[in-house]
């Protein structure tokens, strides 16, 4: 057996136990997560930040953020996204930043003005630091990553130790997952998201970083396995990240999954030379029967519910009124507050107050981008351009990057349904704005391209 296999394969297994450990003995879940700060913060350090380091201690992070819910590991709510920001900004105090990030400080120099006005216009009963935080630290997140990484130059090999690094930890997640609901069948009584299937935490968010699985391990076995066990290894967790993620009955992460590698094997395609085409062809189409065998056995396990889900229709096979599950009434009253207020917004946290008081809906916001237009009014406008046009512009001097939309593609569609309660979105839309140099030929390099 190869180096590679052995040393992978060792990580693989200290995953798997972990995920064992944490079900037995749950109180290890927080010792694990004040490890993953320590032991992360202290290689950054101590290597300088050489390598980017403080990338792939940051990947990690996020791939462990929602096992760390899960689980109780969390000290406090944020805990993931104050990790990412400390890491980054340690690695930027080491080998700084782009000085050409401006447009990301002028980002978040945006989110200013909505922060302020919500000081002052959030009700007295409310706890206005909390309300203030849980809109906030998603952007902030995303300034800090994005000004990390914009335009900072990285190799091939270490875009695959972030892939690596954000994918470890979800290994240990699915162990728990299994432990906690070994027969999905006996659980599955409707076609509602799912706590149980989900570990017992929110279906929404599990879907999420369970669909962003899928496509790091999609890729794993397209671009980064180097031997035939390593590609069976990912092979085998493609399946079961899949089959878990479909039965969590949250159809938002998953989708956004194979939106990604829809988009990243169109790329792969139109890019590269006819012998790595033919592979690529060969991968995709074991996929899609793959795929089709994980979807019979889930609608199997779940008598049929999921594909009642995935149809909009409830138990009894009648579709269901609302495509969104109610969050239409969420985003079209966002909408009329931006219209209300199309200068400052209503301010920072006043969303969920705001529309207590004009609709009676007591619901947070589960769209970032109607938050934004909300909260901030113009200037949310100003930074969601921002957002959207940059890696797009940036794409066009480096289309070594192949993951570029892929990447904005998970950011865009995640607070679509799932805001930015995760790290996740925040720190993969910054991904796209690295500076990709392919040296590995034998992935797609620059000779490869047309």
Not at 279 to 285: E, S
Request: one cysteine or more.
């Amino acid at each position: 057996m190869k180096s590679e296999t052995l040393k992978y394969l060792k990580f693989v297994i200290i995953h798997l136990l972990i995920g064992l450990a944490i079900f037995l003995v749950p109180p290890i879940s927080k010792v694990y997560a004040i490890a993953i700060i320590l032991v992360g913060f202290r290689y950054v350090i101590l290597r300088k930040n050489a390598n980017n380091e403080a990338l792939y201690v940051a990947a990690y992070i996020v791939g462990s953020e929602v096992f760390l819910r899960m689980t109780q590991g969390n000290f406090f709510e944020q805990y993931a996204k104050y990790g990412v920001m400390g890491v980054l900004i340690i690695g930027m105090l080491f080998k700084g930043f782009s000085k050409n990030a401006i447009m990301y400080w002028i980002f978040g120099l945006l989110l200013l003005p909505g922060v302020i006005y919500g000081f002052f216009t959030l009700n007295f009963e409310t706890d206005i630091r909390k309300a203030i935080t849980f809109n906030i630290i998603g952007p902030i997140t995303l300034t800090v990553s994005a000004i990390y990484c914009y335009q900072r130059r990285i190799t091939f090999d270490q875009i695959k130790n972030v892939i690596d690094m954000l994918a470890y930890p979800l290994m240990a997640t699915l162990v728990y997952m299994y432990l906690y609901t070994p027969s999905v069948k006996d659980v599955v009584t409707n076609t509602e998201s799912n706590f149980e299937t989900s570990g017992g935490f929110g279906p929404n968010q599990v879907s999420t970083i369970l669909g962003l699985g899928i496509f790091l391990f999609f890729v794993k076995i397209v671009l980064i396995s180097k031997t035939t066990w390593i590609r069976n290894i990912n092979i085998l967790f493609f399946i079961v990240i899949t089959f878990r993620g479909i039965v969590t009955f949250s159809r938002g992460g998953i989708i956004t999954g194979f939106a990604m590698i829809l988009i990243v094997v169109v790329l792969l395609l139109l890019f590269t030379k006819s012998h790595v085409k033919s592979k690529i062809i060969m991968l995709v189409v074991f996929g899609f029967f793959a795929l089709g065998g994980i979807w019979a056995y889930s609608s199997i396990q779940t008598s049929g519910l999921i594909d009642k889900r995935y149809a909009n229709q409830d138990a009894r096979g009648r579709e269901k009124a609302s495509k969104l599950t109610g969050r239409e009434r969420l985003i079209e009253s966002e909408f009329n507050m931006f219209l209300d207020n199309p200068i400052f917004g209503i301010g920072v946290g006043k969303n969920k107050e705001y529309r207590l008081e004009t609709t009676g809906i007591d619901a947070a916001s589960h769209n970032e981008i109607t938050r934004m237009l909300a909260e901030h009014g113009m200037f949310g406008l100003f930074g969601l351009i921002i957002l959207l046009i940059t890696p797009m512009v940036l794409y066009l001097n480096n289309k070594q990057n192949i993951f570029v939309f892929s990447f904005v593609v998970f950011w865009l569609l995640t607070i679509n349904h799932a805001a930015m309660r995760l790290a996740a979105p925040a720190f993969v839309y910054a991904l796209s704005l690295l500076k990709v140099q392919f040296v590995d030929e034998t992935t797609v390099s620059r000779e490869s391209v047309k």
